[in-house]
């Protein structure tokens, strides 16, 4: 008999998902605790893996599509007992399933009738047919993957992202509505456009940022920092440091730890205006914000007061690593008292970051370029980077704030106060 595939439980008041990548097709052999299909949220992805070793026998939600926790999306046949497991790819994570006999983890099973397999003129399903039937297409042009030959939902979006695969149709009138997730529309010659539905993590990426304009009194004050020293200190240990560590010495360890020490000389960027108050934090959770497979998410460094220079470095490698696989858990992105963004890396020269709400600050880095300078008299080149900090004008004055981005200034152009804590 099979079981039935459920959205799992992904986070707290989270009562609706979107179906991410399916890993198997129907048919596809499982082993236990296989992922089956990514499980997209407003916060981070998660996998449903399989409760038991089998074949998955059929998707009922197909990539792009809404539900809601707890509902069937798919069902997959056990197989036989004594049956051997599929291989599993031990690269993969785990995320429990809730079975019938009570045993709870994320995820759920239970007994549903079995599906018969499609065969001949019943080869595509209706999923499939509505999004080959929206592009112009037919059922006869694709390949199925599915039992038996069937063309599923994700073979059809497969089919109409190719442009060359189409035949030709009559044009057609003006859309009424957008198409299905990932279809194209040509409009004659090479002009097409292509609809694709906002993830969830994309969506409150919006939603916060919009709340951040709406609800902030954001203000930006610029500053730019001589990088000389700390690339030198840098030059001078990373072999060491990468030896000793396992890890490089990058310029983050350094602006993270020249944070802290800004955040404690001006506790107001670390503070959360909490009406009728304002709430200050002894300790510094500085997230870090870092290009995700699924969009820009920021991790969190708690108490980064604590941290030494490896940690940090390490820290953040592992986030960045599992940020780009969309594998950050749902705890390592809540919280932060103060953010760093650093759009240097992709060749930003200057930005106005925006806070994430409900902090008070965020300090953004541009990118490191030759410019002359003027040094006891004379016209040097040096090594330079604009800084920016964008802060709650309601929390934070602009004494403050400058004091604030003078701080890190001054921290990164003689690191060695970092040691002595000056």
Same mark, same amino acid.
């Given at each position: 008999m099979a079981l039935e595939l459920k959205v799992p439980e992904v986070g707290e008041s989270i009562t609706e998902v979107m179906i991410g990548t399916w890993k198997k097709r129907e048919g596809d052999a499982v082993a236990t605790d296989d992922p089956i299909v990514e499980i997209e949220s407003d916060k981070a =992805? $998660?996998?449903?893996?399989?409760?038991?070793?089998?074949? !998955?026998?059929?998707?009922?939600?197909?990539?792009?599509?809404?539900?809601?926790?707890?509902?069937?999306?798919? *069902?997959?046949?056990?197989?036989?007992?004594?049956?051997?497991?599929?291989?599993?790819?031990?690269? /993969?994570?785990?995320?429990?399933?809730? #079975?019938?006999?009570?045993?709870? @983890?994320?995820?759920?099973?239970?007994?549903?009738?079995?599906?018969?397999?499609?065969?001949?003129?019943?080869?595509?399903?209706?999923? +499939?047919?509505?999004?080959?039937?929206?592009?112009?297409?037919?059922?006869?042009? $694709?390949?199925?993957?599915?039992?038996?030959?069937? $063309? =599923?939902?994700? @073979?059809?979006?497969?089919?109409?992202?190719?442009?060359?695969?189409?035949?030709?149709?009559?044009?057609?009138?003006? %859309?009424?509505?957008?198409?299905?997730?990932?279809?194209?529309? +040509?409009?004659?010659?090479?002009?097409?456009?292509?609809?694709?539905?906002?993830?969830?993590?994309?969506?409150?990426?919006?939603?916060?940022?919009?709340?951040?304009? /709406? /609800?902030?009194? %954001?203000?930006?004050?610029?500053?730019?920092?001589?990088?000389?020293?700390?690339? +030198? %200190?840098?030059?001078?240990?990373? @072999?060491?440091?990468?030896? #000793? *560590?396992?890890?490089?010495?990058?310029?983050?360890?350094?602006?993270?730890?020249?944070?802290?020490?800004?955040?404690?000389? !001006?506790?107001?960027?670390?503070?959360?205006?909490?009406?009728?108050?304002? $709430? *200050?934090?002894? *300790?510094? @959770?500085?997230?870090?914000?870092?290009?995700?497979g699924k969009g820009l998410v920021v991790p969190v460094l708690r108490n980064a007061e604590q941290l030494s220079f490896a940690e940090i470095e390490q820290r953040i490698g592992e986030y960045a690593r599992r940020a780009a696989d969309n594998k950050l858990k749902l705890e390592e992105l809540q919280g932060g008292t103060f953010t760093i963004s650093n759009g240097g890396v992709y060749g930003s020269m200057m930005s106005t970051p925006i806070i994430n709400p409900p902090q008070s600050g965020i300090l953004g880095l541009h990118a490191i370029q030759d410019r002359p300078m003027a040094v006891n008299g004379q016209v040097v080149i040096r090594p330079m980077m604009y800084l920016a900090l964008t802060y709650d004008h309601r929390l934070v004055d602009g004494r403050e704030a400058v004091t604030f981005l003078k701080r890190v200034k001054d921290t990164i152009e003689d690191p060695t106060r970092l040691m002595l804590e000056v």
């Open positions: =992805t $998660v996998e449903l893996p399989a409760p038991v070793h089998g074949t !998955v026998t059929r998707i009922l939600k197909g990539s792009g599509e809404r539900a809601v926790v707890g509902e069937v999306i798919g *069902y997959m046949e056990p197989a036989a007992a004594g049956a051997a497991q599929p291989q599993q790819n031990p690269s /993969q994570p785990v995320v429990g399933v809730t #079975r019938k006999d009570g045993r709870t @983890d994320i995820g759920s099973v239970s007994m549903a009738p079995p599906q018969p397999a499609d065969a001949g003129p019943g080869r595509v399903m209706p999923a +499939a047919a509505r999004v080959l039937g929206e592009a112009g297409m037919t059922g006869s042009t $694709v390949a199925g993957s599915g039992p038996g030959g069937r $063309v =599923t939902k994700s @073979d059809a979006m497969t089919a109409v992202s190719q442009p060359a695969a189409r035949q030709p149709s009559p044009p057609a009138a003006p %859309l009424a509505k957008p198409p299905a997730a990932g279809s194209l529309r +040509a409009s004659g010659g090479d002009r097409e456009e292509r609809f694709v539905l906002i993830s969830p993590i994309r969506r409150k990426i919006a939603e916060r940022l919009v709340e951040a304009q /709406q /609800q902030a009194a %954001l203000l930006t004050t610029f500053n730019e920092v001589d990088m000389s020293a700390v690339m +030198a %200190l840098r030059s001078k240990f990373k @072999d060491v440091f990468q030896e #000793r *560590y396992g890890v490089k010495l990058g310029f983050m360890s350094f602006f993270v730890r020249a944070a802290v020490e800004a955040l404690r000389a !001006v506790p107001q960027v670390n503070a959360e205006f909490r009406d009728p108050h304002i $709430v *200050y934090r002894d *300790y510094c @959770d500085i997230g870090i914000a870092v290009g995700g």
